[in-house]
């Protein structure tokens, strides 16, 4: 969803082979439209439905509002978690990834 429209872009091209400044510059796009995405929440925001268009099935899905945001931070820990095992396989601990540890170094 991008702006109450479908983001029907799909990931960058050659994303499975990018130079790490092209992810950067797309998780920076796709981390500014989440701020904007939550900056203008409201509460009947919060209820109302959202959708978003999966390119590659070419279908188009539809939640309320809520569920995806709990989905989106449900998803993005296991990412977090998923990151910091292998990580610390190779012997290289991310440390604490506790969301409580992350507001607190930002004080």
Do not use: C
Request: glycine residues 6%.
């Amino acid at each position: 969803m991008l702006n109450g429209k479908p983001d029907t872009s799909g990931p960058p091209e050659g994303y499975e082979r990018s130079p790490i400044d092209q992810v950067r510059r797309w998780f920076d796009k796709s981390h500014k439209e989440l701020q904007e995405y939550a900056a203008a929440l409201t509460e009947d925001k919060v209820v109302g439905e959202v959708s978003a268009f999966n390119p590659w099935e070419k279908k188009e899905y539809r939640w309320p509002s809520w569920q995806l945001v709990t989905h989106l931070v449900n998803h993005s820990t296991q990412h977090r978690a998923e990151a910091g095992l292998m990580l610390a396989a190779l012997g290289h601990s991310p440390g604490d990834l506790d969301y409580v540890f992350f507001v607190q170094e930002r004080k």
